[in-house]
Structures are given as structure tokens and as C-alpha cells.
């Protein structure tokens, strides 16, 4: 046990950790071997001796009266004149134990103990620093891709797993692949391991890397109000500033389109619409089908087990509000969190109306429906 000082300065370097953390736990350790070794009842403390640069053992006994019985804490007056001539009835007196005296076994299990609580103490602090980063983009190195097409990828000294579900249609990777991900999830499985899920299907995977990729998102003066993704074929986001020299959309799809092409391309070549947010509901429903054209939206006020929406438009802007595959609509109803009926109104009767006063029955339809859709 020489300098062993010396020794935790050097696991210290080594493992990141700071010294007096790490000599804290060669104390608990060292406690915990004596008392498996001697009694567990025993009242042991360790010191820190800096001129020798090394840990010592010792343990605190009572004096007692010779032919009393004593538990592990107490020794008889004669032992403790043995060892300190000074010694008198009713003091303590600090007994040094050297580790050495123990048994091969005892040291080796002290040196296991302590290699364990290290390696857990650097879990822990890694799972502290990992957590603050759930839900933030983590990239690291394809090391593995099993045959369910699992991709095994290398952080922080860590493996995470992007399953099949997590991955983007289309993608594949190989080893020795750099990666982007957003870390899902953190946990410990059951045999104490930490488990890292990486997803890039998830839609905090789209509005983190517009955070990276647009200045004005990342600065707050543009806000994310909501995304939906249906992974690989299209997203839409939902954009507001309350800057009024800021044009939300404009900053964020770029020059050209080139910051929005730049995150289209990270997505596998994902289309990625941006709306502008309204609180209005029926607004912002209608702008959220772009790029239909829309005469108005109701708000089904009756339907109370879920949020509904019904749509009137013309029939030759059905297909485009649907989208193909219906995926327009899709989008639309997940980033809006309404359900959202189509009513189709032909061309001829909108302007039949108009010619009539733009009201039938006290219903305003045509421009003047599309016309009180926009005021409040």
C-alpha cells in the first residue's frame, strides 16, 4: 500500500475523475474489507498520512475494565496498556491494521471492489452527462450492423442502438460510417448496462438539426411551434418570430434554399414544407394544407372525444390538400392535432353565390367564407 497517494493521482488523470473522489472510495473499500474480514460491527475509519503517501486503517476501540465482556468496539484495559502504556479506563483508542496482515484472498477482493466501484462510479457520471442529452443530436462511428439491420454506433465510449424502426426508409449504413442521431432514450437494462436508443425519425431530429443549420432558430428569434414527419417522404413545420424584420419561413428555408436543402439531404432527401403558425385555428389549419387553396374551415365545436376540423374547398384542389398517398392531410391533421374533414364545393356554385351576394341561407361561402376566415 506505498504511495498510494501517488497511485490515485494517476487513476485520477487517467479515468477523468477528481482525487479526492477517487480516494473516498478506496477508503469506503477499505473499510468494507475490514469489516467483512474482522466484524462487521467494528468501527473503522481510514486516515489520510501525507508525509508517507499512503491510506492507513484503523479502529476505534472503548477501554474497558478488565474481565468485563466487551463487543468489537471495546478492548480490556490490559490489551490497551499492551499497545499504549498511557492508556486508561474509558478512553478510545485508534488501533492501526495493516491490510497487509490480511489474507490474499481479502486484498484481492479489495482491489476487485475498488476496480468495480470505479467503473461504476465512471458510469454514473458518463449517465449524467449523457442524460442532459436526451433529446439532442449525438453522432458517433458505425462499429456494427447485425442481420436485422440494427446499427450499432460508438459515443462516448458507449454503444447506442438505431433499430430498423428508427432509421429512415432507404437509409443503410456500414461500418466505419459517421452518423447523426438524435438520443432517444437512456436506460439500464437488467444486468445494469446502459442502453442508448438513437432514433432519426423522430421529429425533435428534424427541428434540432433546423437549430444547427439556421442561426435565427438557434438564437430564438424564430420558434419551432410544432413538426410532423413521416420519415423519408415529407415533414412540415410550423414556424412564428415575433421580430417583425424576421421572415420566418425565408430565414429558415435560405438563400436559394439552402439551408433547407442542406437538412433535406441529412433526411435522405425528406420534403420539408414551412408553415407559418397562427393561433387562429381555422388559419392555421388552411395554411397548413398548402399548397392547396382552401374556401374555410369550421371547427367542429360538437365533436367532443377528438378535435375536428371540416374543410371546404373546390374539387380541383381536393387532390393537392390530400396529397399523394393522403399524405398532405396526414401532416397537416399531426401538426395541427386536428382530424380533418374534406367537403368539396364545386368552381360554378362559389360564383353563383358571389353573383347572388356572397350568402345563401345566412352561410357565407366563396371569397366572402375565405374573406371572414381571415378576421378575427
Do not use: W
Request: overall charge negative; proline content about 2%; some cysteine.
Amino acid at each position: 500500500m506505498e504511495k498510494i497517494l501517488d497511485i490515485v493521482e494517476v487513476i485520477s488523470y487517467e479515468k477523468g475523475l477528481e482525487t479526492s473522489v477517487v480516494t473516498e472510495l478506496i477508503k469506503e473499500c477499505m473499510i468494507k474489507i475490514a469489516q467483512e474480514e474482522l466484524s462487521e460491527d467494528a468501527n473503522f475509519s481510514v486516515v489520510i498520512d501525507e508525509k508517507e503517501r499512503t491510506l492507513k486503517l484503523f479502529q476505534t476501540l472503548s477501554i474497558c475494565a478488565d474481565g468485563e465482556n466487551h463487543s468489537a468496539n471495546q478492548i480490556s484495559l490490559t490489551e490497551a496498556k499492551a499497545l499504549n502504556a498511557e492508556a486508561s479506563l474509558g478512553d478510545e483508542l485508534n488501533y492501526e491494521i495493516s491490510l497487509e496482515n490480511m489474507s490474499r484472498s481479502a486484498i484481492n477482493t479489495l482491489f476487485r471492489m475498488l476496480e468495480g466501484r470505479l467503473q461504476k462510479l465512471l458510469e454514473d457520471k458518463l449517465y449524467e452527462k449523457l442524460r442532459t442529452r436526451v433529446g439532442k443530436i449525438v453522432s458517433g462511428q458505425v462499429v456494427r450492423v447485425d442481420d436485422e439491420e440494427n446499427t450499432y454506433v460508438e459515443i462516448e465510449e458507449l454503444r447506442g442502438v438505431l433499430s430498423m424502426k428508427n432509421r429512415i426508409k432507404g437509409e443503410r449504413f456500414k461500418v466505419g460510417d459517421t452518423i447523426s442521431c438524435v438520443l432517444k432514450n437512456l436506460r439500464f437494462n437488467k444486468g445494469g448496462e446502459m442502453h442508448l436508443e438513437l432514433s432519426r425519425t423522430t421529429p425533435k431530429f428534424l427541428t434540432e438539426l433546423l437549430a444547427l443549420e439556421v442561426p435565427e432558430i438557434k438564437d430564438g428569434e424564430v420558434v419551432i411551434e410544432g413538426c410532423a414527419r413521416i420519415p423519408g417522404d415529407r415533414a412540415k413545420i410550423a414556424l412564428s418570430t415575433q421580430n417583425p424584420r424576421i421572415d420566418p419561413i425565408g430565414s429558415t428555408v435560405g438563400t436559394k434554399g439552402v439551408r433547407i436543402n442542406a437538412v433535406s439531404q441529412e433526411l435522405n432527401g425528406e420534403s420539408i414544407d414551412c408553415v407559418e403558425y397562427c393561433e387562429n385555428a381555422e388559419m392555421f389549419i388552411a395554411k397548413s394544407l398548402s399548397p392547396a387553396t382552401i374556401v374555410s374551415v369550421k371547427i367542429d365545436r360538437e365533436s367532443e372525444e377528438k378535435k375536428k376540423a371540416i374543410v371546404t374547398l373546390t374539387s380541383d384542389q381536393k387532390s393537392k390538400a390530400i396529397g399523394r398517398g393522403g399524405v398532405n392531410i396526414r401532416l397537416a391533421s399531426m401538426l395541427t392535432g386536428y382530424e380533418i374533414e374534406i367537403k368539396e364545393v364545386g368552381v360554378s356554385d362559389l360564383f353563383e353565390a358571389q353573383e347572388s351576394g356572397g350568402e345563401e341561407g345566412g352561410k357565407k361561402i366563396g371569397l366572402d367564407a375565405l374573406e371572414s376566415l381571415f378576421k378575427e
